[in-house]
């Protein structure tokens, strides 16, 4: 996982009743940069996969204004991400789905941000695969499978590396291609956290996950598979071919402070559209170059 750092802004109570304010030079202030109170910090909690893509908005953010600061707590799930936000334990709460219609009571706003596919992953150690059929997949997450070479790989014992079944990841696995009825291998080593996935299949050899395709994956020592002889790509995605995607957003509370709604409106305006954008349009660039 990433570490996020960001400046802070402190100021003596002499100094402000002087008239002197002393600032962290954080970044170049604009003119039409948001004027939130000064000195607040912004909590972000929530879903692991979505703050890589939030760190990019806060970034960019900073650049227009140094009255606020970003504070990226321990990565969790949509859920804590939510409940935080609806607490007001958390100003922003990353989530990696849509709203359910049970949630609508909960005094919380959902901003989209970008959607990924979730991509069935190898460790570089696992040469000769490039695509598994439903069915091998199946059979690789029950144990009937258990050794690479049976599906052209090496001769190496298959490292099965899985999510808790309360996970969004896990759901839509199982809705696309384990089903709802498939016994999980007790050989596998089962996570509650996305960012420990990650990091165990970037160390284990001959391991096999399903992750969030994001830039962290894409830079871990992982390969992506085909399913069923289809890519994960943005045009198979678009055509719904390949249909095992993830939306990423965000909660804020509905009463949130101006801090806190100033950047929720820079993420939902203009410029953080654009930012968004152009982030598909890097992971494009790259998954052109890989191929």
Same mark, same amino acid.
């Given at each position: 996982? @990433?570490?996020?750092?960001?400046? @802070?802004?402190?100021?003596? /109570?002499?100094?402000?009743?002087?008239? +002197?304010?002393?600032?962290?030079?954080?970044?170049?202030?604009?003119?039409?940069?948001?004027?939130?109170?000064?000195?607040?910090? %912004?909590?972000?909690?929530? &879903?692991?996969?979505?703050?890589?893509?939030?760190?990019?908005?806060?970034?960019?953010?900073?650049?227009?204004?140094?009255?606020?600061?970003?504070?990226?707590? #321990?990565?969790?799930? $949509?859920?804590?991400?939510?409940? *935080?936000?609806? &607490?007001?334990?958390?100003?922003? *709460?990353?989530?990696?789905?849509? +709203?359910? /219609? $049970?949630?609508?009571?909960?005094?919380?706003?959902?901003? /989209?941000? %970008?959607?990924? /596919?979730?991509?069935?992953?190898?460790?570089?150690?696992?040469?000769?695969? $490039?695509?598994?059929?439903?069915?091998?997949?199946?059979?690789?997450?029950?144990?009937?499978?258990?050794?690479?070479?049976?599906?052209?790989? #090496?001769?190496?014992?298959?490292?099965?590396?899985?999510?808790?079944?309360?996970?969004?990841?896990?759901?839509?696995?199982? !809705?696309?291609?384990? *089903?709802?009825? =498939?016994?999980? $291998? #007790?050989?596998?080593?089962?996570?509650?956290?996305?960012?420990?996935?990650?990091?165990?299949?970037?160390?284990?050899?001959?391991?096999?996950?399903?992750?969030?395709?994001?830039?962290?994956?894409?830079?871990?020592?992982?390969?992506?598979? &085909? =399913?069923? !002889?289809?890519?994960?790509?943005?045009?198979? +995605?678009?055509?719904?071919?390949?249909? +095992?995607?993830?939306?990423? *957003?965000?909660?804020?509370?509905?009463?949130?402070?101006?801090?806190?709604?100033?950047?929720?409106?820079?993420?939902?305006?203009?410029?953080?559209?654009? %930012?968004?954008?152009?982030?598909?349009?890097?992971?494009?660039?790259?998954?052109?170059?890989?191929?």
């Amino acid at each position: 996982m @990433k570490t996020h750092a960001f400046c @802070k802004v402190f100021a003596s /109570p002499l100094l402000i009743a002087s008239g +002197m304010l002393l600032l962290s030079s954080c970044a170049v202030n604009s003119s039409s940069a948001p004027e939130p109170a000064s000195n607040t910090t %912004i909590k972000i909690g929530g &879903s692991s996969e979505t703050y890589s893509t939030i760190s990019l908005l806060t970034d960019a953010y900073l650049e227009q204004t140094d009255q606020v600061a970003f504070e990226f707590l #321990p990565p969790s799930q $949509t859920d804590s991400g939510i409940q *935080g936000v609806s &607490s007001k334990e958390l100003d922003i *709460g990353g989530v990696s789905r849509a +709203m359910a /219609p $049970t949630e609508a009571d909960l005094q919380i706003s959902y901003t /989209p941000l %970008i959607v990924s /596919p979730l991509v069935v992953v190898v460790h570089d150690s696992v040469t000769g695969v $490039t695509n598994l059929t439903t069915q091998q997949l199946q059979d690789i997450y029950s144990g009937e499978i258990n050794n690479w070479q049976q599906v052209g790989g #090496p001769d190496a014992e298959i490292v099965v590396l899985d999510l808790v079944e309360d996970e969004n990841e896990k759901k839509l696995l199982r !809705d696309h291609y384990l *089903g709802a009825d =498939l016994a999980i $291998t #007790p050989q596998a080593v089962t996570f509650a956290e996305d960012d420990e996935l990650l990091e165990t299949a970037a160390n284990t050899e001959y391991s096999l996950a399903a992750l969030v395709q994001d830039d962290e994956t894409e830079a871990a020592p992982v390969k992506q598979l &085909s =399913l069923d !002889d289809i890519a994960p790509s943005d045009e198979n +995605m678009a055509s719904n071919a390949y249909a +095992m995607s993830i939306l990423l *957003g965000m909660v804020s509370h509905n009463n949130a402070d101006e801090a806190v709604q100033a950047f929720v409106e820079f993420v939902a305006g203009p410029e953080g559209q654009a %930012i968004l954008a152009e982030a598909e349009e890097d992971d494009d660039d790259d998954d052109e170059n890989e191929a």
